[in-house]
């Protein structure tokens, strides 16, 4: 059953699915669809800021993933959220917006052979995505489609934090995506007029209005079409909608903006990847590309928390009969506590001195993920903690998607492969160190009450170890399941211009196309990526710095 024609079938409505239509769709003469695997976006749940902790500790609006048992994390199998509804992983991330630093960008077209993404490439693309409540400059945007403010959350604890950090030796930065990622300072959030400014919001939307773009939800797609000729061309889709299979054609191109982990796993049922593994699974090998699936790399995140010694402003809000207030004050009115998230000061650090960049973040979280409404006597207050959390940026253990049948319901497998690499191990423990000792400045314990983990009294570096192993998860920032590279590597899917080797009219546009991750979280380059290739498409000039 066909769907009908289009020029181009984007697949995904995550953050590249949307600023693709947004872009493409200015051309008035192109006709666009997007399919989406999830539901629509219209929850009050999503668009709060402050209910952003209810989507992660539910899994609401997600794949529903969890990785293999991870042998560097204690056999545990870790949770792996991805986005499944209009807006993607956008839709339902922490709306922590960073670009990572210049040297990220300048070492993917060093580093990989790809010429194009370069800072000095990338940088007018991210300044046309964004409009910075700062206003225009040399190296921030003021008018794009992606609203970003200051988090500018009200807690003393705030200050003790950054105070601390200086004690530390660490420099103040009030806005680390300008001349210098280093040094603490407030977080910066997607958040317009207090609601959470998503990918669908600030891209999708208008690309709807225009009429040439057309959106398709709960539709999942089973694998891209390939003709007959010697070197394939991808002509359309076959998707399922309501238990039937339909298939729409593509003119000009077929575009995956799926994500890290259906994208790699539809080029597979589609006949594109190690024809070993594919041959497992009797999906006939249409195209050879054995880097599909791997390169898998990612952020982890740990905590240490401490019990406040007095509630904080949170706590208090969130006694059940202020905080339904507060949060219909903000989903009408865009205003209130609840148009903000406790994560609110950051900073990038060098867990050595002799680095010559950082490779570790840390994040103050002003509040417990345990924090939920209560009403004395009838529900008890929580107990009122906060953390910092340790987010370690540069990786060098890889893991792999892999298929788990050729049934495109069944989720593929997962392997992170966390901490397998010694020198993963040993950042992660200087790092500790270094959030241990921002935690026992005068000005944090000013708020501490008592230590809750990993507790009280000294640790050696196997316990320190031991403690990483048992709590760190993903901070849900992977890539590089497609990556780019030159020609010479056989492990690249994907050209410079995101296009599928051994492939005519097929691109895959998202964070599996990284060749390697960026210091910071991902949703700010993928954006940019998008815009970027947008361009390509249209055969526009590339924008100059």
Known sequence: MSAGDFDYVIVGAGSAGCALAYRLGANPALRILVIEAGGPDRSPIIKVPLAWGLILKHRWYDWGYFTARERGMDERSIEFARGKVVGGCSSINGMAYARGMREDYDGWANDFGVPGWSFRDVLPYFKRSEAWEG???????????????????????????????????????????????????????????????????????????????????????????????????????????????????????????????????????????????????????????????????????FDLRWKRREPGPLHRMMRADRIGFDVMRTALFGDGMSSKIPAAAVGLIRTRAALALPDAQLILAAAPMTAGPYLTPFKKAYVDAFAIKGVFLTPQSRGQVSLASADPARAPVIEQNFLASESDREAAREMFKRMSEIGAQTSMQAFIADEISPGRGHIDDAQIDAFIRRT??????????????????????????????????????????????????????????????????????????
């Not at 950054?162 to 530390?168: K, N």
């Not at 103040?172 to 040094?183: I, Q």
């Open 135 to 301: 206003g225009e400059s040399e190296l921030r945007g003021g008018s794009g489609p992606l609203t970003v403010t200051r988090m500018n959350y009200q807690d003393p604890l705030v200050d003790g934090f950054i105070e601390a950090a200086a004690r530390c030796g660490y420099s103040r930065n009030d806005d680390y995506n300008g001349a210098s990622a280093e040094g603490f300072g407030p977080m910066q959030a997607t958040i317009r007029d207090g609601l959470r400014c998503s990918a669908a919001l600030a891209y999708l939307r208008p690309a709807l209005a225009r009429r040439n773009v057309v959106l398709m939800t709960n539709a999942q797609v089973r694998r891209v079409l390939l003709d007959d000729a010697p070197t394939p061309r991808a002509i359309g889709v076959e998707y399922c909608w309501k238990g039937q299979r339909h298939v729409v054609n593509a003119r000009q191109e077929v575009l995956l903006a799926g994500g890290v982990i259906n994208s790699p796993q539809l080029l597979m049922l589609s006949g594109i990847g190690d024809p070993a593994q594919l041959a497992r699974h009797d999906i006939p090998a249409r195209v050879s590309l054995p880097g599909v699936g791997r390169n898998l790399h990612d952020h982890i995140v």
């Open 472 to 545: 760190a998860i993903t901070l849900h920032h992977p890539v590089g399941t497609c990556r780019m590279g030159s020609e010479r590597d056989p492990q690249a899917v994907l050209d410079a211009r995101l296009r599928v080797r051994g492939v005519n009219g097929l691109r895959v546009v998202d964070g599996s196309a990284m060749p390697r991750i960026v210091r910071g979280p991902t949703n700010a380059p993928i954006l940019m990526m998008a815009e970027r290739i947008a361009d390509d498409i249209l055969d526009h000039e590339p924008l100059r710095a």
